[in-house]
């Protein structure tokens, strides 16, 4: 079966001429995520780590690992007892 | 308080453990010691699997309240699986509760994707074709002319496995996991193929001067 024409809406222009950046996989990105959230939720957060540089293209580009990565940051955050607000603004996540 | 918890994570970051973590210890042990971990854990990933549930709105209404407890059930026993498994991968890097939530929310939102699409279908055998949207004003002096480009890009620069994939995750908005799954694929290799067609539209683009060129620093792979 065969989709029905769609429209190519403002936003799907905008996610498609993403710049993807440097190449990292999904299971990389998994592999690392969880250093990448808690390095957000430092009090004056550091530079990424060399390993971790691909990590935000990595998620402005991948829905799922995005929707996935801002959910383990906001869980690192409660149980920290830190607002994850300030860092999902950081990452861009939401 | 929470500078002390910051204090932490920047402990972390410096390669310091901050103290309180005895899960893996408690773990590898035996008896009662770690029957109480085991709990403890299962607990952290239910929870870990039913947050993740709970911000997809939209996918949790596709499916009936049961079913969406049996996902988060399964997601958490899953996670405990895997994070048994990989324990001996565990480096310290991070917050063991951290790492392991990262297992739940994971099974957690590709199961809640799947259940939610089980009865959808999904057109694999061709992309949609695509006709020019009804722009707001403001989209129109904006975007018109981008949005158009895009389109002819999208048709003559991308191989017919490109468009269809980037079409069926962008346009169509199908989950990666799902159209990984109904395809025999999986998430790596749809997305390989999503950030290589946007690697080709942005320099067509850029060629055609609708797009700064993509500039990298000398050691970035691409």
Redesign the interface.
């Known amino acids: 079966?065969?989709?029905?024409?769609?429209?190519?809406?403002?936003d799907?222009?905008r996610?498609?001429?993403?710049?993807?950046g440097?190449?990292l996989?999904?299971?990389d990105c998994?592999r690392l995520?969880?250093?990448y959230?808690?390095?957000l939720?430092?009090?004056?957060p550091?530079p990424l780590a060399a390993d971790l540089a691909?990590m935000p293209a990595h998620l402005a580009?991948?829905?799922?690992c995005s929707?996935?990565a801002?959910?383990?940051l906001?869980?690192?955050a409660t149980?920290?007892?830190?607002?994850s607000d300030e860092a999902l603004r950081r990452a861009r996540l939401s | 308080m929470t500078e002390v918890r910051h204090d932490q994570f920047a402990a972390r970051q410096t390669g310091t453990p901050p103290a309180g973590e005895d899960w893996i210890a408690e773990l590898t042990s035996s008896g009662s010691v770690r029957d109480d971990a085991l709990r403890r854990l299962h607990a952290l990933l239910l929870r870990g699997a039913r947050f993740q549930v709970s911000r997809m709105s939209a996918l949790r209404a596709m499916v009936g309240a049961a079913q969406v407890e049996d996902i988060i059930t399964l997601a958490a026993d899953e996670a405990m699986v895997a994070v048994l498994t990989k324990l001996g991968t565990f480096e310290g890097r991070s917050r063991f509760t951290t790492w392991a939530y990262k297992f739940a929310v994971l099974q957690a939102a590709v199961e809640l994707r799947r259940q939610a699409w089980s009865r959808r279908e999904v057109p694999l055998d061709a992309a949609p074709a695509l006709i020019e949207p009804r722009p707001s004003p403001d989209e129109y002096a904006e975007g018109a002319e981008l949005a158009a480009a895009v389109r002819d890009a999208i048709d003559r620069v991308l191989t017919p496995h490109q468009r269809r994939i980037a079409l069926a995750l962008i346009v169509e908005e199908i989950p990666i996991d799902v159209l990984a799954e109904r395809l025999g694929t999986n998430r790596n290799a749809l997305y390989k193929s999503l950030h290589d067609t946007r690697s080709r539209l942005r320099a067509h683009l850029a060629l055609e001067g609708y797009l700064a060129p993509t500039t990298r620093s000398p050691g970035e792979a691409r």
């Open positions: 079966m065969t989709a029905a024409p769609r429209p190519l809406a403002s799907a222009v996610r498609l001429t993403t710049d993807p440097p190449w996989s999904c299971d998994f995520v969880d250093r959230v808690e390095s939720l430092g009090a004056d550091q691909a580009g991948c829905a799922a929707e996935e801002a959910t383990l906001v869980l690192a149980d920290a007892g830190i607002d």
